[in-house]
């Protein structure tokens, strides 16, 4: 009756009576339906297959475009042309799952005519009649569910679904070859372990590129499809994977893939796995690299803000890890291991005080490296806090507020005022304390209800100008001249150089309503982040030419094309002019005198903070340090015309620890000696000194 049955059925088009074969539901099912039902019941279903991009691996590169940094995805999987795959890999996909594929049009009635006998023979599900045709359609439905019913839908064991199944093989078959289908197939497969199609099946299980698997290493590739947790060669026990492979290899010889001899020796030869775990996130990249985690980390922040990518930050990151990009990075590993040895030779990874530094590419914003003596690790010992391990973003980047930064703070008073016009050469006598006219709570620095700053030492009393009094890091003469300004003018400033208030006083003392009050701004209370300090001078480097922090250099598409928003490369840096020109080398002038480099248009009172700078780095130079009171931290910003730095040294844990004056010139020799070695063969550009008009 079977046999009998069966025949006039697929001749009559009522494939969907056949779909019993490969299901566990009696004759009596099959006998129920009719030929025009069944017929009607098929030409109702769906006929195109919706193909939904299948997920793909991102990979993140370092600078150079060919040092791996990390991958991101949900399934890793990299999609090749049949030409990349080794003919061993097609045969046997095809002698194992589909040994008449080349012969059948989407559905074959007689391996469902074969699989209906056996499962009846067998009281069971015994053989499938799945086409390779049919499972590649149930990957894409499975694949394009949008929810979890949709999902279940496209795996359930139901006559439906492998009615749809058919139907969309049948059309599919009729739009694409069969050379496509496999190669389709072949990228979405799963193999386990995390591996979706050959590309990432062949590096897992074998470390190598798909074309270089030979006949038994393809032969078991081959036999996990059908279960790869029950065939899993990665086992103590290979007995099943080995009995599944050397299936495999029986099904290629007789289809005559192979010959004899081959099938023999492949058959004797032992399993042997290369195996490999393909990073995943930042947490993934290579121990040696492990400092590079940090960026890494900047750079999904970053992601997630992008609009390009999708409408929510969680969109952004999904698609991260599914759209299949290639990522090149601004991290330079040469220059990320050159300022890593200087960090770590000033302050250990062991110690609770961090260290770091920040390197930019003025007129670009690219960030070049971020460094800290921290090991990026999800493992901290809860009783240290921050040290040896975490994964805080103390460079900058995510929520975290960073640290006060103090005088580092007086450029953007010295920026207001030279935008307001106010030449270099302004002056004021600046006595050893200041009674200032902002108004503060009563406190060590008040006299009565005035704020009264003093300076670092009494050798800064007197007349100084804006060349002295930022070479010397003056408090009483930045209060004047933040007074004649406007504290107002200087936050301003500071915001349109990139800083954010994160922490509910700085927001609350930046709103226009209290900005013009806030005397204490020009000495650095503010929290900032070595990324937006080192923006910051990046901006002086550029000449007020202003460019987004930017942790990328090139973002591809799967399809090879440019990632694009708005008409713009995403990619591209982002830059529009912050500060005058003039005015922006005026304040460049100034911080010479900070390094010891020496000012072009005036004389710097006859010493800096930081001479030990240009002493060490010998090329122009120019810069700002800063302390906070009882060195909390310390500070130095640096830059030349080719690279800006900012470090810090802190305490991340208790922001009130003091770092000591021991540590007060840490940054200053860290940013000097990374420049100095970074920049090492390259040309000692000038910098344009100012006009007239500002000196």
């Known amino acids: 009756m079977a046999a009998g049955k069966i025949a006039p059925l697929v001749r009559a088009g009522l494939i969907a009576g056949l779909v019993v ?3 566990a539901y009696p004759l009596a099912a099959l006998a129920g339906i009719g030929v025009k039902a069944g017929t009607e019941a098929l030409q109702s279903l769906p006929e195109e297959l919706i193909e939904v991009p299948s997920a793909q691996t991102t990979y993140v590169y370092a600078k150079d475009g060919k040092t791996l940094m990390t991958m991101f995805y949900e399934e890793h999987r990299r999609p090749l042309g049949l030409e990349e795959m080794s003919p061993y890999v097609i045969q046997a996909i095809v002698a194992s799952e589909d040994s008449r594929f080349y012969e059948h049009h989407g559905v074959d009635p007689k391996g469902v005519a074969r699989a209906f006998v056996a499962n009846r023979q067998a009281g069971g599900i015994s053989q499938g009649a799945s086409t390779l045709t049919m499972q590649y359609v149930r990957m894409a439905l499975r694949d394009g569910a949008k929810t979890p019913k949709q ?88 007995e099943a994977a080995t009995d599944r492979r050397n299936y495999v290899i029986d099904q290629m010889l007789k289809i005559n893939a192979i010959s004899r001899s081959q099938a023999a020796d492949a058959k004797k030869a032992k399993i042997k796995l290369k195996l490999s775990s393909p990073p995943n996130d930042c947490m993934s990249i290579a121990d040696k690299n492990n400092d590079w985690g940090f960026f890494c980390d900047y750079f999904k922040s970053w992601w997630r803000e992008q609009p390009a990518f999708g409408k929510t930050p969680e969109d952004r990151e999904r698609n991260l890890r599914r759209g299949g990009y290639k990522v090149v990075t601004s991290l330079d590993p040469r220059i990320q291991s050159i300022a890593m040895r200087h960090v770590l030779k000033k302050e250990k990874k062991k110690s609770r005080y961090a260290h770091g530094e920040v390197l930019i590419e003025p007129g ?135 800083l954010a208030w994160r922490t509910d006083i700085d927001r609350k003392l930046a709103t226009p309503e209290h900005a013009s009050g806030w005397g204490a701004f020009t000495l650095g209370v503010s929290d900032a982040t070595p990324i937006e300090m080192a923006n910051v001078f990046a901006t002086l480097a550029a000449e007020g030419n202003y460019c987004q922090p930017l942790p990328v250099k090139l973002i591809r598409n799967p399809d090879g094309t440019n990632s694009k928003f708005g008409g713009k490369l995403v990619a591209a840096p982002r830059c529009h002019r912050a500060v005058p020109v003039e005015v922006a080398r005026a304040a460049t002038d100034a911080a010479r005198c900070v390094t010891g480099y020496g000012a072009e248009k005036g004389g710097c009172g006859g010493w800096g903070t930081s001479s030990m700078v240009y002493g060490t780095l010998r090329r122009p130079v120019a810069g700002k340090s800063g302390t906070t009171d009882d060195n909390k931290a310390a500070w130095f910003c640096g830059f030349t015309p080719q ?53």
């Open 21 to 23: 074969a490969g299901l």
């Open 151 to 238: 999902a279940l839908e496209a795996t359930e064991q139901t006559t439906s679904r492998k009615l749809r199944e058919m139907r969309m093989a049948i059309e599919l078959e009729k739009r694409i070859s069969k050379q496509e289908i496999l190669e389709r197939y072949l990228n979405s497969a799963y193999f386990g372990h995390r591996a979706y199609g050959i590309f990432a099946a062949a590096q897992v299980f074998f470390s190598k590129l798909p074309r270089d698997l030979n006949l038994t290493e393809s032969a078991l590739l081959a036999g996990l499809v059908k279960a790869p947790s029950a065939y899993d060669p990665a086992t103590q026990d290979q």
């Open 364 to 498: 670009t914003g690219r960030i070049v490296s971020m460094a800290v003596n921290r090991r990026y690790s999800l493992d901290p010992n809860e009783k240290k806090g921050n040290y040896p391990n975490t994964v805080n973003p103390l460079l900058g980047g995510g929520t975290m507020a960073g640290y006060q930064a103090g005088s580092t703070f007086k450029i953007f008073t010295l920026l207001a005022a030279l935008e307001e016009g106010m030449p270099l050469s302004t002056s004021f006598y600046s006595p050893q304390r200041y009674v200032s006219k902002y108004i503060t709570a009563p406190g060590p620095a008040t006299c009565g209800i005035h704020w009264c700053p003093k300076n670092s030492t009494k050798s800064m009393t007197g007349r100084q100008n804006m060349w002295s009094g930022f070479g010397k890091s003056v408090n009483t003469y930045f209060v004047q001249l933040e007074e004649k300004v406007g504290a107002d003018k200087a936050v301003k400033m500071a915001e349109r150089l990139g």
């Open 643 to 695: 690279m800006a730095a900012a470090a810090f040294v802190a305490d991340p844990d208790d922001p009130t620890n003091h770092v000591g004056s021991g540590r007060s010139t840490m940054s200053k020799m860290t940013v000097a000696q990374t420049l100095r070695d970074a920049l090492d063969g390259e040309p000692k550009r000038k910098f344009t000194p100012p006009s007239k008009k500002l000196t």
